[in-house]
Structures are given as structure tokens and as C-alpha cells.
């Protein structure tokens, strides 16, 4: 199994930053103009939101794991409650390759994996470095095309 670039762990902290202080914001707006509260507040809120998203954050580095395998992409994550993906080549549709502004900065990519199926039914691999993104979108590509023949699971 594979892990992801530790780098990801910036991306996902400075999205947990982000999210709090969004949060924070709100909780400080709410408290000014219809509770009157002062700027105590929403600091406490960012201060304690901050603190648990990072923390989920590092914790959800820890958990994650993908890997190639002969028949499928398997993907083991998730804090609280695991999760195990298994992703058959034969259901793969198509393969992203995606950087966001914060994968640009901290020299990262991710694979997105679209499979047939409902609404949604798509999975991202996180954390790679560009090359391995690239990497893991032209194998999985070249593994669909192959399965292409073969029965579902």
C-alpha cells in the first residue's frame, strides 16, 4: 500500500485554517450584530475549530493508503469511520489529473477516478507529486482499457 507525499498534511491544515476561520467569522458576525459579544468569541471558536480540524487533519494522513492492484484500485482512509474502495478497472470511465491552487503551491497533485455508476461515484487519490499523478492517471487508464473486456466484480 501506498502512501501519500507528506507534503498533503500542509494542504489539509491550511484547509482546516481556512474552514475555521470561515466558521469563525460567521460565529463573530452573529455575535456582533444580533448578540452584541465582543471579539472574544470568534477568536475561541477559530482558536478551537482550528485546533480539531488540524488535528483531523494529521490524523487523517496517518490513515490514508492506496494501491494498484491486479484487478482493482483499492483505497483504505477516513478517521472515524473507515473506509475501504474498491475500484474495479472494468467500472473506470475516465482519469483526472487535478491540481488546485494549494496542490500548485506545495508541488502537489491528485488523480481523480471516475467510475460508472450513481451520481458521485468518483474517487481522488490526494498527495501525489505531479509526475505520480500523471503516472497513476496513465496506468490506471491503460488497466481500464485492458479490463474493458472483462466482467464487473
Known amino acids: 500500500?501506498?502512501?501519500?507525499?507528506?507534503r498533503i498534511r500542509?494542504?489539509?491544515v491550511l484547509q482546516a485554517?481556512?474552514?475555521?476561520?470561515v466558521?469563525?467569522?460567521?460565529v463573530g458576525l452573529v455575535g456582533f450584530f444580533a448578540l452584541d459579544i465582543g471579539l472574544w468569541l470568534p477568536v475561541a471558536v477559530f482558536a478551537g475549530l482550528f485546533?480539531?480540524?488540524?488535528a483531523h487533519s494529521l490524523l487523517r494522513y496517518r490513515i490514508?493508503?492506496?494501491e494498484v492492484r491486479e484487478d482493482a484500485l483499492y483505497l483504505e482512509r477516513g478517521v472515524f469511520t473507515r473506509v475501504k474502495t474498491v475500484v474495479p478497472f472494468v467500472r473506470i470511465?475516465?482519469?483526472?489529473s487535478r491540481r488546485s491552487p494549494l496542490e500548485r503551491v506545495t508541488g502537489l497533485a491528485s488523480t481523480v477516478v471516475y467510475t460508472a455508476g450513481s451520481r458521485g461515484a468518483d474517487v481522488t487519490?490526494?498527495?501525489?507529486?505531479?509526475?505520480?499523478?500523471?503516472d497513476l492517471q496513465r496506468r490506471l487508464k491503460a488497466l481500464a482499457i485492458d479490463a474493458e473486456g472483462d466482467d464487473a466484480v
Do not use: K
Request: aromatic fraction near 10%; glycine fraction near 6%; charge should be negative.
Open 64 to 66: 490514508w493508503r492506496y
Open 10 to 12: 500542509i494542504v489539509w
Open 17 to 21: 485554517a481556512l474552514s475555521a476561520v
Open 1 to 6: 500500500m501506498h502512501s501519500l507525499h507528506p
Open 93 to 96: 470511465q475516465h482519469v483526472d
Open 125 to 134: 487519490v490526494p498527495g501525489l507529486t505531479p509526475d505520480g499523478a500523471d
Open 51 to 54: 485546533v480539531l480540524f488540524a
Open 23 to 26: 466558521l469563525a467569522a460567521i
